[in-house]
Each structure stands twice: as structure tokens, then as C-alpha cells.
């Protein structure tokens, strides 16, 4: 057995003495190799408690860069490092806390088309991103090279736990999801919001579940912990079954081919993923934010609904703007229309709710009025047009 660095010895000191863990313990780590997928809520805590425990090589691996509204969660970028890549910004956090480790800095994203070259050199992998094609292809990837994938997620006040594709016969993500949720279903955290000690527990329970794995202290047991902040206990854990014999990926007979159209396979880009130049031929029922502006100080009489919930027109809201949460409008779209003012102007903060709000108001009132929403919403308004305006 090698001989760790004499160093060694005083940083891992409180956690050699471990049973379980020992001179043997620490050298597995060592020689320990591990991918994160996506360095942001999830894969910042995920990534400083698997460098701080000594693992040997961490690939990073996201192709997004360091944002404001990231700092709330994403805890390894300082706002010194906002425009960087967060594969980069982790690195440089990770470097000063632990010079020892290797580290690979990927600022790529995963595709189909690069998955199994990029995370083939490690032994285990850590799903922390944040978007449901990028899981299928993790899982499939992951089954593909025959490796664990440590899989987290995290939305509003709750989380998900789970180890896929590890054991004798546990199963991997598209056993326990054969097809994907309706896209219309599926929000990410800039829609949802996201609370952030929500994902550094969750981030942290990944790490743990790989250091396990790497000692060989993991029970193998299939099972799916559900976290929820806000509940009494906290914590759940569900027991899972073994994988599916009818597993597209992992059952008798595979059938995932390497050359998968993931996004579509999980009904297509997010919304706000379509730039606007798609969602022509309905140019005229949609509004950019100048449009907007020139309708405000132009002094007709307009009418602006806000359809967010009331805690974000709390928040801040537009002069005028009068807030009926998109779920209350769409139980009665025509009560929301003052008759005489057109047009209609639909807000929300992204412009994905607005479309939904102004398609419905459109059915009720065919013809009458014009019903337009506005692109790219408020944060579109902060941007373009009103840099004072907040952007959350
Ligand atoms: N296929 C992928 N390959 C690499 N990284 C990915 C992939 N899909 C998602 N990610 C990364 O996973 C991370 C998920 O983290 P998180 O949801 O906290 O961040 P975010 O996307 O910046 O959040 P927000 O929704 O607030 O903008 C992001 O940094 C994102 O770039
Ligand atoms: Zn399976």
C-alpha cells in the first residue's frame, strides 16, 4: 500500500480515525476519481466537500457562466468571478482550498455527442444539473459506461436523492422514469424559485453518498430520499425496486441509441430556451418591451396585467400594471378584461407565463381586443429598457 504525503497525515487526520475509513480509507480516496455535472446550487457544495475529503481527480464539468442571481446558492463563486465559467470560478475556489487535488476544468456542456468521452475517465458521477434531457442522457451515459451516478435535484423548498445504475441490479433513472414528465410541467429554478440551503443539503448528501461509495461503505440499497424543507420530518426515504428487465437502457435488451435527440425526446426546448425569432407568424399578438414602453408614454389608455404570484408583484411591478395571478386568470379570462382599453398587455417575469395568460384571454374574447404578451417579460423590461427596474 502506498505512503500518503506527510501532510496528509494532519488534513485527513480527523477523518482517518474513522472506523471505516483508517490509512486504507484515505488512500482510496486518493486514488478516487469523480465527474460533477453542472457547477451550480448542487454541484458547489457537491464539489467543495468531495475536494475538501481529499478525492484525487474532480472533473468539473458546466458550460454556463457565474451570474448575480447565482450567488443566493451556487456558494463557490464570489462576485469577483461573476462572467467567468463556473467550471472555472469552482476550480479557482477549490484550488485555494485544497492545492493537492486534480482538477479538470470542462467548460462544455454535455451532449449526446460528447458524453461518454468526457466522463469516461472517472469512476463516479454526479448528476447536478438542472434540466430533465440532461438526466436522461447522465443516466444513459452512465449505464453506458457501467459507472454509479450520484443524482440530485432541487426545486422551490424540496429536494430528491438518489444513487442510479450501482449495486447488483439498481436500477437507473429511466427505470424509475421510462418517459419523461410533459414539458409544460417541467420549470427551472429561475421560474420556480429555488431556496438555497434546499440545495446545499441536497449538494452535500450527493458528496457523501460518493465518499461512501469510494469506502466502500454504501449499503447498495436502491432507494430515493425526498427532502422538504418545510415538512415534519424533513426527510423520507422510499425504497426502490431492483432495474426493469424492460429498461430501454439498462434491461435485457437495450435500445438507446448513442446518437439520441434528448431535448426531444423530453418534448422540445424550454421556453425560454426559443429564441425569439421562432415564434414568428404570431408577431403581431407579441409585444418586445420597446413596443411597451412607447405604448406607456405614448398616454393611451392600455391596460397591463401582471400575472405573477402577489409575493413577486410585491416584489416590484410596473406603473399601472394590475396583478391577477395567472391562475386566477385562467379559471375566468373574460372577468379579467376591462372593456374599452386596448390593447392588452400581458407581464410576467420571463415571458413564458404571460403566453399562457394571453392565449387564454384570447380565446374568451376573440376579435374584440388585442391581447398581447410581452417578450422576455420583466426581466426583459430591466434589461432593455429600465436598468433601475429590479432584476430577481
Ligand atoms: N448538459 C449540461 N452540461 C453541463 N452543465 C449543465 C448541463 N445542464 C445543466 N448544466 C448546469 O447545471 C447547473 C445547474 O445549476 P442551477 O440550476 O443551480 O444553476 P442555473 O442554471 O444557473 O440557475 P438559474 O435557473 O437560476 O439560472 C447550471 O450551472 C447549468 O449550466
Ligand atoms: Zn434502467
Not at 474532480?58 to 451556487?74: M, T
Not at 416584489?315 to 399601472?320: A, D, N
Not at 391581447?371 to 427596474?389: R, T
Amino acid at each position: 500500500m502506498s505512503a500518503l504525503p506527510l501532510l496528509d497525515y494532519q488534513r485527513y487526520g480527523r477523518q482517518m480515525i474513522l472506523d471505516g475509513i483508517g490509512f486504507p480509507g484515505q488512500v482510496k480516496l486518493r486514488k478516487a476519481s469523480v465527474a460533477v455535472v453542472g457547477a451550480g446550487g448542487l454541484g458547489c457544495p457537491a464539489l467543495q466537500y468531495l475536494c475538501a475529503a481529499g478525492i484525487g481527480r474532480i472533473g468539473i464539468i458546466d458550460h454556463d457562466r457565474v451570474e448575480l442571481s447565482n450567488l443566493q446558492r451556487q456558494i463557490l463563486h464570489t462576485e469577483e468571478t461573476i462572467g467567468l465559467h463556473k467550471a472555472e470560478s469552482a476550480a479557482r475556489a477549490l484550488k485555494s482550498m485544497n492545492s493537492d487535488v486534480l482538477l479538470d476544468v470542462q467548460t462544455v456542456a454535455v451532449v449526446a455527442d460528447n458524453a461518454r468521452e468526457l466522463l469516461a475517465p472517472y469512476d463516479i458521477l454526479l448528476d447536478c444539473t438542472d434540466n430533465v434531457p440532461t438526466r436522461y442522457l447522465l443516466s444513459d451515459t452512465a449505464v453506458a459506461l457501467g459507472k454509479p451516478l450520484v443524482s440530485g435535484a432541487a426545486q422551490k423548498f424540496e429536494g430528491q436523492l438518489s444513487v442510479f445504475n450501482y449495486g447488483a441490479n439498481g436500477p437507473c433513472y429511466r427505470c424509475l422514469y421510462p418517459t419523461p414528465p410533459p414539458r409544460e410541467t417541467v420549470g427551472s429554478c429561475a421560474e420556480l424559485g429555488i431556496f438555497g440551503v434546499v440545495t446545499g443539503t441536497i449538494g452535500n448528501l450527493q458528496a457523501l453518498e460518493t465518499i461512501k461509495i469510494i469506502l466502500g461503505l454504501h449499503d447498495e440499497t436502491p432507494a430515493l430520499l425526498i427532502f422538504s424543507a418545510l415538512g415534519t420530518p424533513p426527510f423520507r426515504s422510499i425504497k426502490l425496486r431492483s432495474k426493469k428487465e424492460s429498461c430501454l437502457a439498462c434491461g435485457k435488451s437495450p435500445r438507446i441509441p448513442s446518437s439520441t435527440d434528448y431535448v426531444q425526446f423530453c418534448g422540445g426546448p424550454a421556453p425560454d430556451w426559443v429564441s425569439l425569432g421562432q415564434s414568428s407568424g404570431k408577431a403581431n399578438q407579441r409585444a418586445k418591451v420597446e413596443e411597451l414602453r412607447q405604448a406607456i408614454e405614448s398616454g393611451v389608455e392600455l391596460s397591463i396585467i401582471d400575472v405573477r404570484p402577489p409575493t413577486e408583484f410585491g416584489i416590484c411591478q410596473l406603473p399601472g400594471s394590475r396583478n391577477i395571478p395567472l391562475k386566477a386568470l385562467l379559471e375566468d379570462p373574460k372577468k379579467c378584461i376591462d372593456s374599452g382599453t386596448e390593447p392588452v398587455y400581458v407581464v410576467c417575469r420571463l415571458g413564458n407565463d404571460s403566453q399562457i395568460a394571453a392565449k387564454a384571454l384570447r380565446s374568451q374574447i376573440e376579435g374584440e381586443i388585442t391581447v398581447k404578451d410581452v417578450i422576455g417579460g420583466l426581466q426583459a423590461w430591466s434589461k432593455e429598457i429600465d436598468p433601475s427596474f429590479p432584476i430577481y
